[in-house]
C-alpha cells in the first residue's frame, strides 16, 4: 500500500512506506493508525468509485476525508455515453429475444422461416410441396392442414413477441441519440 506525506507547500509526496521512511521499521511492515496520525501520514486511494459512464484521471493528490487521492472520476463524454448505453440496450434486447425462442432447440429454430414460408403457400394452395412440413407432420402424428395452422398461429405470436422487444429497442435508441447530457443518456435503460 502507498502512503503520503503533506510538504511544507502543501503537496503531497506519494510512495511505499519503505521509501517514505527509510530507516523506521514496523511490525508485519505496516504501520499502526496511531504512528500513521502521529506523523502525519495519510493512506493513498489511487482510484475512485466509478460507473460505465464515468472514467478514471489521474489528478495531483489530495485530501480528502483522511485519505490522500491520486485519481478522481470524470464524466466520460455525450458520444461515449450514447455508445455505452446503446450496447446496454442491445444486450438487453439480445437476451430478451434469446428468451422468446429459448424453450425450442436451436436447429428447430432455424427451421423457422422455412415452415412459415411452406405454411403461407400451403394456406393459399393446398396442392403446393410442403416437404418439411410433410417431415414434421408425419412424424408427429399431425395433418399437414393442422401443422401449417399451427405455424401460422405461432408464427403471429412470435412475430408480436419479437416486435414488441425489437420496438422496444428501438424507441430507446432514439431516446439516446435524442438525448443532451450523459446524465439523460443514463436514466435511458431497458
Known sequence: MRYAIQKQDGSFEVDFIGHLFPNVSHAGGVPSAAWLTANNVYPVADSVVSDAFTKQVTVEPYLSNGVVYTGTSQA????DARSIQSA??????????AKISAAYPTLEVETWPQQFAEARAYADDRSVAVP???AIASASGQ?????AAKVLQKSQVHQAAVGAV????????AQIDSATDVDS??????
Open 132 to 134: 418439411l412440413l410433410t
Open 88 to 97: 446496454m440496450i442491445n444486450s438487453a434486447c439480445n437476451q430478451d429475444l
Open 185 to 190: 443518456i443514463k436514466n435511458i435503460t431497458w
Open 76 to 79: 466520460v463524454s455525450l458520444d
Open 143 to 147: 395433418t399437414v392442414v393442422d401443422l
Open 166 to 173: 425489437v420496438g422496444k429497442r428501438i424507441a430507446l435508441t
